[in-house]
């Protein structure tokens, strides 16, 4: 019984050791506007929630915007992922926004 606990708890304790990886984006990012604020948090939960049911979530710093952009859009394009506009609008501008940021 404890082994089956173990496995099916293994997934959720990997994808909490990812997302404590994610970095999130405060005031500064959004230029101390609410609503961009707003959809960057957006963008963040669409990367964790869409991008790691499929492969391990990568830095924001692994790829320059222009390589963020056509990651996603290859993603679309081969029905990996469904976004609608204003998801896909608000997930490149997470990866664009943090991509390159100075973190502590």
Do not use: Q
Request: aromatic letters at 10%; hydrophobic letters at 35%.
């Amino acid at each position: 019984m404890r082994f089956r606990y173990f496995w099916m708890m293994a997934p959720a304790m990997i994808l909490a050791g990812c997302v404590a990886f994610v970095p999130e984006p405060d005031a500064s990012d959004a230029g101390r506007d609410e609503t961009v604020l707003r959809d960057l948090h957006r963008g963040r939960s669409l990367y964790v929630e869409k991008c790691a049911g499929c492969h391990r979530l990568y830095d924001v710093d692994a790829y320059p915007d222009d390589e963020w952009r056509t990651h996603v859009r290859e993603m679309i394009e081969e029905n990996k992922v469904r976004l609608s506009g204003e998801e896909h609008a608000s997930l490149l501008r997470y990866l664009t926004t943090l991509n390159g940021k100075p973190r502590p």
